[in-house]
């Protein structure tokens, strides 16, 4: 992990988000802040969402986080992660579902679209028949 | 025709078909078989009798003539079906050959109906699996009829991490193929009567949506040429239930794995010409690299549960004779397609691998025998049956002879002769020891034995140009008196280990099922001693007592003494890859294939290097599946993708899912079991739940434990 934290920082990639405008935050704080700041690129990194837009992303859950952590007594990290995760789902990259749309899956793992424009599925469509050992 | 082929399905009418009337000529050839069997066991028997000292008279004597002629007879079919098949080959036309039979149409006009290729897999090596699949599905691409086809991959893995590899290798080959829609990949949470139980699952889910089906093993590679010309086969003859076609063994850098190789390429088209010859369309399945016709499959191969318990009793474990014969109790025909190329499969790379392949096929062979009285089964089908029981069965009767005739050697040195034994005589009987037919005796022995690989040689130097497929000329003989002294060591070593297999079944030792080994790796010493200690011990001990008693009769002995007290440093020796590369190097046991690689071994080899580079993603590949799809936000979407839509679950089950997300979250990965994280996996809520809150923990000891 930490080499693609690394990466990212040498490409200046990596965004110093300033939590709470300007805001002296404590160093344990700031600290916590910096790990949430971590973890978001990170996820997004592992979802292959491409650069420019991870960082857009990234900002809009700091920030949203950073607003939800004045009302709700709750760690940067977890308030970044629910955040992501919600613009994950409102920017349609993911799916809320406990068992997602294949299909949305499928775009996650970048896959050519079918030429046919066919649904992409695991498995086929079921035809149910019967298999029964001959009565002896 | 069996009374069940009348009721529902529907045999095709007769027409002008080249394999017409082959009934009659299977039992004319089975019948001369049978009489030539008989008479030179008969003969086989007279003869040792003789040998004797009391002329086969005493218990112990009768004792060693029943077995002795039990097992030439056994040696003998093979030698018999060799000669078969010699005949077969060397004649200008064979009538029932089934890939010529027929116009060679090599296309498919989609008139055939579709085909899925199948591959049930448990807990198997995932790179192998999906590089195999992908070099045959780009072969068939190469032939233009891929459409007709649809690839299948059915997981019966029970370990949790190679479940989800399993799920990411099929989403990369899907990917890198751009076969979405075509290869699909179906995990079967509850492995109910293995691999038969997996196929038939996907006959009920799926089986009436294809004609035809070509099942694969984990290690198959079938050609694309061959996979059509194997459905072409199938549209000509529609009388045919199951194609079996011959998968050649391939790379392997074992020692003893390409002893196998090469003897199986050598020798291999003339016992199964020979096999053929016999059988024709009572033909054998041996459950990969065929093609079955679905619909009848459905109607007549649903395998029965035995009564009691396993081993004896249970599901069918050797599955695959048992489809082919009720295949043909249906009314289809079951045919060997001996001659088709293109068919390939991987073998066990070490001795060890081997026996505990043998030790499963040996289970189910001797469950067999309560089917071979079962109704309705054709005879050249409970003759097989009987064949592959046999199989095994033979080395123990080999283990009562070499005790028969030791205790006959050892009862000698005790016994005083009877120079009188018919009273008072005028002159006195000498007891006699007639080296001279003790000597034909084993000459006989070792014809029967040896002739057909000598025969098998001279066939590819006359038919295949000087050999030139096997190394040359030259090389070509040296590999073939080496196969022959290695298969001479090897024998008394699996003769043990056969006899213990079939004790085990008939004594109703359960079998572990444990999947086969198919990449190369080596035997360690301590192993190999665990496994063949009590092989040397058992041979140090009868040499030692031979030779302190008889001597001469030691020296007759030897060939199976030294191999035993040896067993332990052949194991291993064997097993080394250097030793195997060694020898390809001095170009012995060399392959057509290694010599001209096919164009799908290239690209399976192509394959196989791919795939390992796209595993490592991400530096969470090295804790396994299970991570993976828990943190892995990619894969833990791909996985719960696959699992069935949430259902609503009794309370005390969700309870239970949330106390294991609980143990997850505060032991780590390490702190489940295999059980508990497939539990996990099965759960599309839980995953959900367990990826959130890995993600976003701010601990640092979950978080390294997680990867994170």
Known sequence: MKSVIGFLSNVGMAPQVHIRGGECL??????????????????????????????????????????????????????????????????????????PCFGLTMRLWRFPESPDKKEIRAMPTLNRGFMLPRRR | MPESSNKTSEIPAKKKDPLRNWERHAKLRRFVLVAILLSSTYAGGYYIADILPGRG????????????AILFAWISIGFWEAMAGLFNLVRPFDRFNITRAGPLKVSLDGTEGRTAILMPICNEDVDRVFAGLAATYQSLEGTGQVEQFDFFVLSDSSDPDRWVEEEIAWAETCRSLNSHNHLFYRHRRVN??????????????????????IVMDADSLISGETLVRMVCLMSQHPKTGIIQTVPHPVNRETLVARLQQFSSRLYGPMFNAGLHFMQLGDSHFWGHNAIIRVEPFMEHCGLPELPGKPPRGGYIMSHDFVEAAFMRRGGWEVWFAYELEGSYEEIPPTLLDELKREQRWCSGNIQHIRLLFMRGLFLAHRALFLQGVLSYVASPLWVSFLCLSTAEAITEVFRSPVYFPEGYALFPQWPTWYTQWAHAL??????????????SMLLVVFRKGHGKSFGGLLRLFFSMIFEVLFAVLFAPVRMLFHTKFVLFSLFGRTVEWIPQKRLDHETGWFDALRFHGFGTFLGLLWGFMLFFYNEAFFWWNIPIIMPLILSVPLSVLTSRGSVGRFFRKLGLFLIPEELETPPVLKLLQKHLEKISESLS?????????????VVDPLINALHRSFLPKERKLLPEIRERRNRLVEKALSNGPQGLNPKEKREILSDPFSMRRLHVQVWETSDKKLSEMWGL
């Open chain 2, 192 to 213: 109910l009567k293995r691999k038969s139980g997996n196929i038939a699952d996907f006959c009920r889910r799926w089986g009436r949506s294809y004609k035809y089906m």
């Open chain 2, 57 to 68: 008279n005493t218990t112990l004597e009768s004792a060693i003539v029943a077995v002795f």
């Open chain 2, 442 to 455: 084993l000459y006989a022995t070792s014809i029967i034995l040896f002739t057909p690989k000598l025969l």
């Open chain 2, 617 to 629: 993603r991400t530096n969470l590949t090295s804790k396994g599946g299970f991570v993976l799809a």
């Open chain 1, 26 to 99: 404590n160093p344990e704080e700031e600290q916590e802040w910096q790990r949430a700041q971590r973890r978001v690129l990170l996820y997004l990194h592992m979802l292959d969402i491409p650069a420019v837009e991870t960082l857009d992303l990234a900002l809009e859950a700091l920030r949203r986080a950073r607003d939800k952590n004045s009302l709700v007594e709750t760690s940067p990290t977890a308030g970044a992660m629910r955040a992501i995760h919600s613009l994950l789902i409102e920017r349609g990259y993911y799916s809320d579902s406990e068992t």
